[in-house]
Structure formats: structure tokens, C-alpha cells
């Protein structure tokens, strides 16, 4: 057979472009507040069954393409607004112009989400448990990486770079991650550790961040064992976009002597800048930042900068190109272990202080986009994440410890209606980790998958999914896993305000080349291989409820869940007590479990008055020592309170609550003075923003913000000293 022109496949695109846009409607639009009339920038209009959507411009204005002729429904969500829908009859050809209204609401909460289903669609129709950050929540909380974003949302545990979703995750020395983390879509686990780089993501560009909780390696594969931290980018709008951010701080000294390790006051600072724009078919985003701060403990420093960009090209009416690339580098001291409780600001007495920690990381994509029809859209990513990190001493690279690791993958993914009552989202991916590395040798990982999953409205209130993926992992010179991941689930519909949910799913996790190769000392502690460690792998479910009502005395939301992780040759650092040195092994622990429930409640106390809570508790047990399960709390609380006194000015507080880690592993003792101290955390942090446009008719914000505001003392790894308190002065400009 003979091989197909590519110039053949681009004119079939191109005509099947043509032949789509000369069959649809365009659909222009002005959205506005009802009570005030004032146009409403950042809404979000998507056309119910489809992938076509925009977003508002300052003026409030949108335009939706490719719309199909005959009866649609339109669904429009802004936070701070309730969400709304009409349906309009269109014509093919037609230039429709409408004007829409939103009603003010006192609850910000979520209605569209793209993560659950790897498509759009409405919150209520996700059968398992979804939390969003959205970019105003990251913006007053003035966060600068967005790892802390994860710390206020219910159910979720972070324990530096290791983020733990419902007790998923313990402590691992920072290797493999149980939580998959994208940006619009493309994978960012590094192809060595299989960790999350917190310090690349673009924390002025992000949109919303999307937490799906329970597995997901029925459609995101490997590393979704216990769930999915999605990120998603802001849109450009015709209207310039400038933001601009810098703000200073300081750690406060210590209250015991023993611990106060400098002279002068340990200070922070940064600064982040984005433009973002669209120009005709063309939308430009660029954003960049710097990172310096002191620390709060001895030989903990470090600078950082950034850099972020994206554009994007609408190449017809159905065809859209997107680029992406970021990239950043940092220069750290390397605290690694406290030198015991007595001096837990100080590292070990056998550090060298000259020695630094240099990292760089950059990553690229391509995502092109196409519109076949109203409900058929392909969509194709290619994208490659490459990590670096070396030792140096006294500026001198240490070939000891060194390593630099590719990540590239590749998916394809179709989405089409089936019939008038079902979705099938089907799709194929390859990921392939290129690891050279005095650490963990030279090794080449790769992943083949493909997966397909279907949604069916059985009723206008019920609607089943059912789903499967299938992934072949194969490590060099090892032989092949290959895993399957299913997935089922259903939502119920119970009134306007009420639904239920139900899931069920497997995860898995491939052991990264870390875990399988890694041979160094790391502080105290010689990490030896084990190439024989096998996946590992989850059955998730979770039965849940949702309610929320403006007609009650007090607007309330409550969302109730509970849910059981079995686990299944769990992957875990442990002492390898056969050997002399007792090294540090990951190996397979046999079979775990993680009962629990969580219940989240939003509700406004006065018009101006807000308050959120979130509770976990969890059982998490190992079942081959009946025992409690390593590095997890049972109990995980958040409270957020909001005060809007006066229009320009607002005032925030959060409340953590972690309760204290049972159980640890009592061989740490051996190398690291006190290392199985641990108490319960309680951490309050409080925020103050002035708003001067309504007094000064400037674009210019201020914010005081207090961390840890009672210097609540604690650890969140072994033998290391929580962040203690600092205050931050932040002036934002937009």
C-alpha cells in the first residue's frame, strides 16, 4: 500500500474546515451584571454537548464559532455570579447577536470543569469528588508557588513537594508521586523522580486548578493512583491584559535562643509580570518572575527566575494551534536534616556549607485542536519536560550527584457523541523518560496506552460513565507490566439544588527509575536500588452528595463523601535490615487501606461575611501489620473566613488543622538526632488587602499578609522544622 502524502492530510483538514464553517453560525454576545448593568469581564460560555466555548473580554463582549444550526443551550459561569443558561435556535450562516445577564451570588463555587472527563462539562455531572482553586483564591492568598494553593483545599495533605490526596501519599524523600499533575493537558512528573516541580508553574497565568480525588489511571494512566491536580491556563481577550506584582517580607526571629541561627532578619522578596493579548487570530500570553528568600532556617536560601509563554492561533474556524514553553532556574543551600530539636534551625554538623544545589527546568508542548463537527473534536499534544540538577562545591560541579532527565510524550484524543444520549472520549498516548544521571545510571522508561470511556444519559436526571484504559510500562532491560485500569460511575440528579454521585475505579502507579535505581547517600542516609519493585495499585470508591440552595436564611453548599482506597503492594522507603549498613530500600509493602469521610460546607454569614470548612477523617491502616499506616494523619481540618467591611477593603483568615502523624518509622533515630518528634499542626494565617481604585482611581492593590501569624511550631517531614512566621508586604498592579 502506498504511504498517504501529508500534503493530502492537510488539504483533507483544510477541506473538512472549509465544509464545517460553511454549515454553522457564529454567535456574538455582551454579558452584564443584572443589578448594575455593568459588563462582566472573565465569564465563561460553553454550548452544552460540545467543545465550543469562550470567554469575556473586558467589555464584556464574546463570540462563539462553528456553532451548529437548529435548537443549542448555552451555559454561562462566573465566579461570584450564579450560573445561567438559555437555549437559542440558530440558522446555518447566521450571525446571532444576544445580551445576557448574571445575577450577583453570594457562594463562588465551580460549574464547569474540564479534568474529571478529560472534556468540558458541568461540575454536578462529575461522579466523583472535584475541588477548584480558581485564580482569585490564588491571587488573595498572594501565594508565589502553587503547591500552597493545594494546603487550603479539603482533603489534601502537602509535605514539601509531596502532595497527598485522602492519605494516598506518606513521607518518601520527595520520589514518586501518587498525584498526576497536567497544565492544559500535558503531564509535568519528572522523568527521574516521577515528582512534582512546583517552581516551574506559572502561578500568574493560571486560570483555576482542578483536584480530581480518588484514581484516575482510567484516564490519565500512571501516576494517578491517587488522583489528578489539573492546571489550566488563562485565556488572552482582544482587551491588553498587564499584570504586575512585587512584594517584600521577613521571617520572624525565633522564640528560643537555642534556635536563633542570624544576626540580621532573615528577608524574602519576588516579583512576577505578565502581558497577555489577543490580536485577530492570534493570542500572545507572556509571563516571568524572581524568587529570593533567606529562609527561616540556617543554610536554606535560595534565588530563583522563571518564564512562561504561550500563544496561540486559530487557524480557521475549526483549527487551533497552541505553543507552549516555560522554563526556570534555581540555586539552593541544601538543608537536609535538622541537628535535633534543640537546634532545629540549624542543619547537621557535618554539612558543607559551601556546597549548593543548582537545578534548572524547561518544558515545551504543541496542542492543535480540531472541530469536525458541533460534537466531534480531535485533539493532539506533543510535549517534552527536561530536568536537571547537579551539586557544586564552592562553584565546582560534584559528578557524584548529578542527573538530567527527558520526558516526552505524546496523545491523541477523539471526542465525539455517540448518539443523542451518549459521549465516547477515546484516545492513545505514549510517554518515554530519558534518564542520564551518576545517581541513577542510564535508563530509558516507557509507557504505551490507550484508553476510551463513554457517558450515557439513561434520564434527564441520570447519567452512567464507564471507562477503560489499558497501559504497557517497560523499564530497559526489565520486563514489561502491563496494567488495566477501570472505572464506572454515576450521578443522580435529585432536585435543582441536590445530587448524588457514585464511583469506583483502579489506579496504578509505575515505580519510577528513582525508586528503582537510585544509589546515593542523601544526608544520614544511603538509598541502595531494588530493581525488582512491581507497580502499584489502587481500588478507589466513593459514594457522595452535593447540595446547594440560595433560599434557605443562609446561602449554603454542602458536599458529603464517602470513600474507601484499597491499596495494593503500596511502594515505600524502609531500612534493609539485612545489610550492614542498613540502606534505605523502596520496596513493596503488601496491602493497605484508607477509610474515610469528607465534608465540605460553603455558606455566606452576612452579605459581606463568608465562611468555609472542610473536614477529612481517615483511617489509614496497614493491613500486613495491623497496624496504622506510616506518615499519614487521621484528621485533616481547614476554615476559611472572608470580610468585606467596605468595598476596598477585605480581610481573610485560614485555619489548618493536621492531626499528629501516629505512626513513623522508628529507624530514622538511628541516623538523625529526634527524628520521630512530631505534634499535631495548627497554622493561622491572616491577609489584609486595600483596593485604591475606588479611593485613588488607580489600578494599584495592597496586601499585608501574616503566615503562621502565632509561630506555631511543628514538622512536616521527619527531623524537619515546618515554615514559621513570616509577614509579607504585596502591591499588585493591573
Known amino acids: 500500500m502506498k504511504t498517504i502524502s501529508p500534503v493530502l492530510v492537510v488539504l483533507f483538514v483544510l477541506a473538512s474546515s472549509a465544509i464545517v464553517s460553511a454549515q454553522t453560525a457564529v454567535i456574538n454576545g455582551t454579558i452584564t451584571d443584572r443589578e448594575t448593568g455593568e459588563a462582566i469581564a472573565g465569564a465563561t460560555i460553553r454550548l452544552e454537548g460540545t467543545q465550543l466555548g469562550a470567554v469575556t473580554g473586558q467589555k464584556g463582549r464574546f463570540t462563539v464559532k462553528s456553532v451548529p444550526s437548529g435548537t443549542i443551550r448555552l451555559r454561562i459561569s462566573m465566579i461570584g455570579y450564579e450560573p445561567a443558561t438559555t437555549t437559542l435556535i440558530v440558522q446555518t450562516g447566521e450571525q446571532k447577536e444576544i445580551v445576557l445577564t448574571l445575577l450577583p451570588s453570594q457562594l463562588h463555587s465551580a460549574e464547569i470543569v474540564v479534568s474529571a472527563s478529560k472534556r468540558i462539562q458541568a461540575a454536578q455531572d462529575v461522579p466523583i469528588s472535584i475541588s477548584v482553586v480558581n485564580a482569585k483564591d490564588i491571587e488573595d492568598r498572594g501565594l508565589t508557588r502553587l503547591d500552597d494553593a493545594l494546603r487550603y483545599v479539603s482533603g489534601i495533605s502537602v509535605q514539601r513537594d509531596q502532595v497527598s490526596i485522602r492519605g494516598a501519599s506518606g513521607f518518601a524523600f520527595g520520589v514518586g508521586s501518587r498525584v498526576a499533575v497536567l497544565l492544559d493537558g500535558f503531564p509535568l512528573l519528572s522523568g527521574d523522580n516521577g515528582d512534582i516541580k512546583f517552581d516551574v508553574l506559572p502561578v500568574a497565568d493560571v486560570e483555576r486548578i482542578e483536584i480530581v480525588k480518588g484514581a484516575g489511571s482510567a484516564l490519565y494512566g500512571t501516576g494517578a493512583l491517587g488522583g489528578v491536580v489539573s492546571l489550566v491556563t488563562k485565556e488572552a481577550t482582544t482587551t491588553p491584559s498587564f499584570y504586575v506584582r512585587t512584594y517584600g517580607g521577613f521571617w520572624t526571629e525565633p522564640r528560643f535562643d537555642d534556635w536563633k541561627w542570624s544576626e540580621s532578619t532573615p528577608v524574602l522578596s519576588g516579583a512576577d509580570v505578565r502581558y497577555a493579548q489577543r490580536l485577530g487570530d492570534v493570542s500572545v500570553s507572556i509571563s516571568g518572575g524572581i524568587r529570593n528568600d533567606d529562609g527561616y532556617r540556617d543554610y536554606d536560601g535560595y534565588n530563583r527566575g522563571f518564564g512562561y509563554t504561550k500563544v496561540q492561533w486559530q487557524a480557521s474556524e475549526t483549527s487551533t494551534f497552541t505553543l507552549f514553553g516555560f522554563g526556570t532556574s534555581e540555586a539552593r543551600e541544601n538543608f537536609v536534616y535538622w541537628n535535633g530539636l534543640r537546634q532545629a534551625t540549624f542543619p547537621q554538623d557535618d554539612v558543607n556549607r559551601q556546597q549548593r544545589l543548582h537545578t534548572s527546568k524547561v518544558a515545551g508542548g504543541l496542542h492543535w485542536q480540531e472541530q469536525f463537527t458541533s460534537s466531534s473534536v480531535l485533539s493532539v499534544r506533543f510535549g517534552t519536560f527536561r530536568t536537571h540538577f547537579e551539586d557544586r562545591i564552592a562553584g565546582t560541579k560534584v559528578d557524584s550527584n548529578t542527573s538530567t532527565a527527558w520526558s516526552h510524550n505524546a496523545e491523541a484524543q477523539y471526542t465525539t457523541d455517540l448518539t443523542s444520549i451518549s459521549v465516547l472520549t477515546t484516545g492513545l498516548a505514549v510517554r518515554v523518560n530519558d534518564v542520564g544521571s551518576d545517581v541513577y545510571g542510564n535508563q530509558i522508561q516507557s509507557v504505551i496506552s490507550a484508553y476510551a470511556q463513554s457517558e450515557i444519559t439513561i434520564l434527564p436526571n441520570l447519567i452512567a460513565t464507564v471507562g477503560l484504559r489499558a497501559d504497557r510500562e517497560e523499564t530497559y532491560t526489565l520486563p514489561s507490566q502491563f496494567e488495566l485500569s477501570p472505572k464506572a460511575g454515576v450521578t443522580f440528579e435529585i432536585d435543582d439544588n441536590t445530587v448524588a454521585r457514585a464511583s469506583v475505579g483502579r489506579g496504578f502507579r509505575a515505580a519510577t527509575v528513582a525508586e528503582r535505581y537510585a544509589r546515593i547517600r542523601y544526608g544520614a542516609f544511603a538509598v541502595a536500588p531494588n530493581p525488582s519493585i512491581r507497580p502499584e495499585s489502587s481500588w478507589s470508591g466513593e459514594i457522595g452528595i452535593r447540595h446547594t440552595t440560595h433560599h434557605w436564611i443562609l446561602p449554603v453548599e454542602i458536599d458529603v463523601a464517602f ?41 455566606m454569614l452576612l452579605p459581606n461575611l463568608g465562611v468555609e470548612l ?64 512530631r505534634v499535631p499542626s495548627h497554622i493561622v494565617d491572616a491577609r489584609l488587602f486595600i483596593d485604591l481604585k475606588p479611593l485613588l482611581s488607580t489600578n494599584l492593590r495592597l496586601g499585608l499578609l501574616g503566615r503562621n501569624i502565632f509561630d506555631y511550631y511543628s514538622t512536616d517531614i521527619p527531623a524537619n522544622l515546618a515554615p514559621t512566621r513570616s509577614f509579607v508586604v504585596q502591591v499588585e498592579w493591573r
Open 563 to 603: 470513600f474507601d482506597n484499597e491499596l495494593y503492594d503500596l511502594i515505600e522507603p524502609t531500612f534493609d535490615v539485612t545489610s550492614s549498613t542498613a540502606p534505605i530500600v523502596f520496596t513493596n509493602l503488601q496491602r493497605a487501606r484508607i477509610l474515610g469521610i469528607e465534608a465540605v460546607l460553603r455558606s
Open 614 to 677: 472542610g473536614i477529612t477523617a481517615m483511617s489509614p491502616r496497614d493491613l500486613l501489620l495491623n497496624d496504622v499506616l506510616k506518615y499519614r494523619s487521621s484528621i485533616l481540618w481547614y476554615n476559611r473566613f472572608s470580610w468585606q467591611p467596605l468595598s476596598w477593603l477585605d480581610v481573610q483568615m485560614d485555619y489548618r488543622f493536621t492531626s499528629r502523624v501516629e505512626r513513623v518509622n522508628e529507624r530514622l533515630n538511628l541516623f538523625v538526632t529526634e527524628a520521630d518528634l
